[in-house]
């Protein structure tokens, strides 16, 4: 506790106001750790902390009611919407194609690079099962992908690649 005199009369030059042994001079630093622990202990409203809750409680109810529409429109436009393109085999091969490193060796749509031949009449010179053979179990140069792809993806991309035929060029003149 800070020791403070209030005094009517000026203090006697002779006499010097000395603190007891048990009180401390007052600091800065005493003065605002006092003040912070007053304010921790300061006791709060009563039902404050209950309205904060409710509050939260309320907004939470409000953002769910609002967002209930938006996911009905959702799920009634998916159920209602017929089958897009890329639901097909064909054009989920396509997609596999390009995400499973096949274009990264046979090029885009399978036009063939350096590293690995085309893959235009594939569909014509092998049948399903031996394509699929092929991308499972790997070739001479080819790696096996039966570690990252599973049966419906290969599937998917033997759909694709038996639509691949070379585009027909017009005899020159």
Do not use: W
């Amino acid at each position: 506790m800070c020791m403070t005199s209030i005094t009517t009369e000026p203090p006697s030059p002779t006499r010097q106001l000395v603190p007891p042994p048990s009180v401390q001079p007052c600091s800065k630093r005493a003065l605002a750790s006092r003040s912070s622990k007053r304010l921790a202990q300061r006791p709060r409203r009563p039902g404050s902390n209950q309205m904060t809750q409710r509050s939260f409680a309320l907004f939470c109810f409000l953002a769910l009611v609002m967002m209930c529409p938006a996911f009905a429109s959702a799920a009634a436009v998916q159920a209602t919407a017929p089958a897009s393109p890329a639901s097909t085999p064909a054009s989920q091969g396509q997609q596999q194609f390009a995400t499973a490193g096949c274009e990264h060796c046979h090029g885009e749509n399978g036009k063939g690079t350096e590293r690995a031949p085309a893959l235009l009449n594939v569909g014509k010179r092998l049948t399903a099962a031996q394509i699929v053979s092929q991308i499972h179990d790997g070739g001479k140069s080819m790696p096996a992908f039966s570690d990252l792809l599973d049966a419906d993806q290969i599937a998917s991309l033997v759909a694709y690649l038996q639509t691949l035929h070379p585009h027909k060029t017009r005899p020159r003149r």
